[in-house]
T-cell receptor, first 111, second 114 residues
Framework: SQQGEEDPQALSIQEGENATMNCSYKTSINNLQWYRQNSGRGLVHLILIRSNEREKHSGRLRVTLDTSKKSSSLLITASRAADTASYFCATDAEGAQKLVFGQGTRLTINP | SQTIHQWPATLVQPVGSPLSLECTVEGTSNPNLYWYRQAAGRGLQLLFYSVGIGQISSEVPQNLSASRPQDRQFILSSKKLLLSDSGFYLC?????????????FGPGTRLTVT
């Protein structure tokens, strides 16, 4: 079964608006990561947040982590057409040598 | 800088034919290597991972196999393809254990089994 589940499955917004995607997971984790995938391409790592961190920023990206609720959110501010992609969260179980990816959120930014 | 290559980029194979997909990493030593499969519009399913030469861990029982003949080479194989093997195959590498390190993905191979 999937460790991470993203919500919503699809999101369509206007350029300039903020986009928020959520991820829920089931077991204890060391870290949670977010990746982006443009259509037909490989995944690109965006940000890693550790289990002892609550919030992390990288450019227009803001990630929060609530380990008590086993959830994370990815906020993209001032969206651009180039942000159109699928976004995945990935989690590890403590001590695991692998990541488990969710099903992803398909984000469409309309010009 | 590190780069990861996959080939071929696309492949159309008949049912029952063999398969060999190759992944190579440049610019790093002793990486952890991963093979994933992605069905259309879905997330990634981990197939195999390797922490060293000749060390392969299988995640999903199926008719695929993986090998790591060299430190930076990872091969995905099948003796007889099934229709259900169609998908987008992604190779990735990381420096440390998956949970402590980001993964870097190759461009992928689109496999269609007919």
């Amino acid at each position: 079964s999937q460790q991470g589940e993203e919500d919503p499955q699809a999101l369509s917004i206007q350029e300039g608006e903020n986009a928020t995607m959520n991820c829920s997971y089931k077991t204890s984790i060391n870290n949670l990561q977010w990746y982006r995938q443009n259509s037909g391409r490989g995944l690109v790592h965006l940000i890693l947040i550790r289990s002892n961190e609550r919030e992390k920023h990288s450019g227009r990206l803001r990630v929060t982590l609530d380990t008590s609720k086993k959830s994370s959110s990815l906020l993209i501010t001032a969206s651009r057409a180039a942000d159109t992609a699928s976004y995945f969260c990935a989690t590890d179980a403590e001590g695991a040598q692998k990541l488990v990816f969710g099903q992803g959120t398909r984000l469409t930014i309309n010009p | 800088s590190q780069t990861i290559h996959q080939w071929p980029a696309t492949l159309v194979q008949p049912v029952g034919s063999p398969l060999s997909l190759e992944c190579t990493v440049e610019g790093t030593s002793n990486p952890n290597l991963y093979w994933y499969r992605q069905a259309a519009g879905r997330g990634l399913q981990l197939l195999f991972y390797s922490v060293g030469i000749g060390q392969i861990s299988s995640e999903v029982p199926q008719n695929l196999s993986a090998s790591r003949p060299q430190d930076r080479q990872f091969i995905l194989s099948s003796k007889k393809l099934l229709l259900s093997d169609s998908g987008f195959y992604l190779c990735a590498w990381s420096l440390r254990l998956a949970g402590d390190s980001e993964q870097y993905f190759g461009p992928g191979t689109r496999l269609t089994v007919t």
